[in-house]
């Protein structure tokens, strides 16, 4: 079944960026709650035995109005926050690099023009919800947003999210309250390009 991402640092280990209660409450209730449903869910639906991606990139399959809402809710958020904690670090790799850095080059001119992307996508999320950096399988990059715990794959758009930023409340206002864009700034401090790239790497049509 399925699995919480295990982190790979302590609760506090992000501070002060993003502050400990945060990491406990956010991967240790919230995710685990998803998680723990999603695995009830595809259960139910005679799933459990696909990859998460699969579930989500077929929700048409499901007859069931009720069952289908929770496996796109669930395994959203199941997958949302398996890409979210995974690419955070308390030495994270400060500049994109390799093929990555080549594709932010191309795509956008620049890691910093990438970043205003993001945290514009990430603000206009009216309510809560997620920013995407996404490829496609021939590498081409892109920035998008989603509603609730929607993404790419629920989305049905074809594309593969190799990095999320998590914009529900439940991810920042213990620290930050009302102060998203601040919040969004200390996600860029902590953030991973390493494991955004290797991300970049799977998805990619060799």
């Given at each position: 079944m399925f699995e919480q991402v295990k982190l790979g640092y302590a609760f506090d280990a992000l501070e002060p960026h993003i502050d400990a209660a945060?990491?406990?409450t956010h991967y240790g209730?919230?995710?685990?709650?998803y998680t723990k449903a999603f695995c009830e869910a595809a259960q139910k639906a005679g799933m459990q035995d696909l990859p998460a991606e699969k579930i989500l990139s077929s929700l048409?399959?499901?007859r069931d109005p009720a069952l289908r809402r929770a496996l796109r809710n669930n395994g959203g958020g199941y997958l949302?926050?398996?890409l979210y904690f995974s690419t955070l670090s308390p030495n994270p790799q400060g500049e994109p690099d390799?093929?990555?850095g080549e594709a932010v080059?191309?795509?956008f001119g620049g890691t910093d023009v990438l970043k205003s992307k993001l945290k514009e996508a990430a603000l206009g999320q009216f309510g809560s919800g997620w920013a995407w950096l996404c490829t496609d399988?021939?590498?081409?990059?892109?920035?998008?947003?989603?509603?609730n715990q929607d993404n790419p794959y629920s989305e049905g758009t074809g594309l593969v999210p190799i990095l999320a930023l998590d914009v529900w409340e439940h991810a920042y206002y213990l620290k930050y309250r009302n102060l998203r864009a601040s919040y969004i700034d200390g996600f860029f401090e902590v953030l991973d390009w390493k494991a955004v790239g290797e991300n970049y790497a799977r998805a990619v049509r060799p």
């Open positions: 945060t990491v406990e209730k919230h995710h685990a709650a048409e399959e499901v949302n926050h398996n390799g093929k990555l080059a191309r795509d399988r021939e590498g081409k990059l892109s920035v998008s947003q989603s509603g």
